[in-house]
């Protein structure tokens, strides 16, 4: 298990654990929270809190972390979310990265869904896919919007 990674993990999983069950009530954190949290402890080092890729490890590695901010803004308006989420999970690479320095945080959570899943409810599955779904939403809050049009009074 990865360290400092517990009570997210357990909160995650649970979250996870209740749409499976499809329970309605629902205690914690928000998706958006853990979509935060987990951006804060997983990713903010390289791209920065803010996503705009001036982390703290930023300067160490062989390229520059991409400015998240604008990822919508480079696709037509629109978060590819299907990428993003497969670039997480490390089933797509990154040409940029050259040998992949991203860690494939996908595999990270299956780790942890075996040390953290146990019971007849367990979908290690649906734990990875709400840590990484989590992720992309709050990627998604990150987008640069697009300034309203000035007003013509003509």
């Known amino acids: 298990m990865l360290a400092g990674h517990a009570p997210f993990a357990i909160a995650v999983l649970s979250l996870a654990l209740a749409g499976c ?10 998706r958006a929270e853990l979509g935060r949290q987990e951006f804060d402890r997983s990713c903010a080092g390289c791209h920065g809190v803010d ?3 001036q982390g ?7 390229q520059a972390p991409p400015d998240l ?3 919508a803004q480079r696709n037509q308006g629109l978060l590819p979310a299907r990428r993003l989420y ?3 999970d490390g089933r797509a690479t990154v040409a940029a990265h050259g ?10 959570y299956r780790l942890e869904a075996a040390d ?34 000035e007003l013509r009074t003509d």
Do not use: F
């Open 116 to 149: 953290e899943c146990r019971g007849p409810n367990c979908r290690p599955e649906s734990y990875v896919h709400a840590r990484i779904a989590a992720l992309v939403d709050h990627v998604g809050r990150l987008q640069v919007k697009k300034p309203a049009r």
């Open 21 to 30: 069950a499809g329970s309605g009530a629902r205690s914690g954190p928000t």
């Open 56 to 62: 703290s490890l930023a300067g160490q590695l062989q």
């Open 51 to 53: 996503g705009k890729g």
């Open 99 to 108: 040998p992949r320095e991203m860690p494939v945080w996908g595999q990270a």
């Open 86 to 88: 497969e670039v997480i």
């Open 69 to 71: 901010t604008l990822l």
